[in-house]
T-cell receptor, first 116, second 114 residues
């Protein structure tokens, strides 16, 4: 149980284009999903918290107009990297939280983005 | 500020040995802790969690110990296997950041030699 999927698993795009990454909770409903970014050999950095049906909450330093997050249903959240640049190349990981007060976050397999 | 850190960036052990991975946290209000395992190119995998009202929790081959006095968390892996080789992260949740949000440590790489 508690399986989270991401699509695509990897993507290569040209600078200036936009890329959408999907995060789905497959066997449970997630009122909250999180988007992280991870550089090589570093820890996970939270980018934003996404609650179903409401606007995402972005961490300090994360541009909300560049990283568009939509959480339209209890099983799907999307992250769109707009006008991507080479410095946006990274490993993007989502997680989903089950309902409840303090619940474990279950992570997706990650999406590796390479911007040329 | 808040931080969750690890003492050892890399831990090398022999197959069959017991491994201990440590984590220090600075937010005394943290009351929920999780250990994750991350293999190369994959997302973090939940291992075990513990709440602050407990000192110890055991799972299959893993034990988490929590010392709130010194704000220290450890993960013990018994009979370490080559498949345990990965990066291990501790993460904390605290009321003052909202229960939903976790702060991750820097990670420890565990290398298991056959």
């Amino acid at each position: 149980g508690a399986v989270v999927s991401q699509h695509p698993s990897w993507v290569i795009c040209k600078s200036g284009t936009s890329v959408k990454i999907e995060c789905r909770s497959l066997d449970f409903q997630a009122t909250t999903m999180f988007w992280y970014r991870q550089f090589p050999k570093q820890s996970l950095m939270l980018m934003a918290t996404s609650n179903e049906g409401s606007k995402a909450t972005y961490e300090q330093g994360v541009e909300k107009d560049k990283f568009l997050i939509n959480h339209a249903s209890l099983t799907l959240s999307t992250l769109t990297v707009t006008s991507a640049h080479p410095e946006d190349s990274s490993f993007y990981i989502c997680s989903a939280q089950t309902t409840g007060r303090v619940e474990t976050q279950y992570f997706g397999p990650g999406t590796r983005l390479l911007v040329l | 500020g808040e931080s969750v850190g690890l003492h050892l960036p890399t831990l090398s052990v022999q197959e069959g040995d017991n491994s201990i991975i440590n984590c220090a946290y600075s937010n005394s209000a943290s009351d929920y802790f999780i250990w994750y395992k991350q293999e190369s190119g994959k997302g973090p995998q939940f291992i075990i969690d513990i709440r602050s009202n407990m000192d110890k929790r055991q799972g299959q081959r893993v034990t988490v110990l929590l010392n709130k006095t010194v704000k220290h968390l450890s993960l013990q892996i018994a009979a370490t296997q080559p498949g345990d080789s990965a990066v291990y992260f501790c993460a904390e949740g605290s009321p003052n950041t909202g229960f939903q949000k976790l702060v991750f440590g820097t990670g420890t790489r565990l290398l298991v030699s056959p």
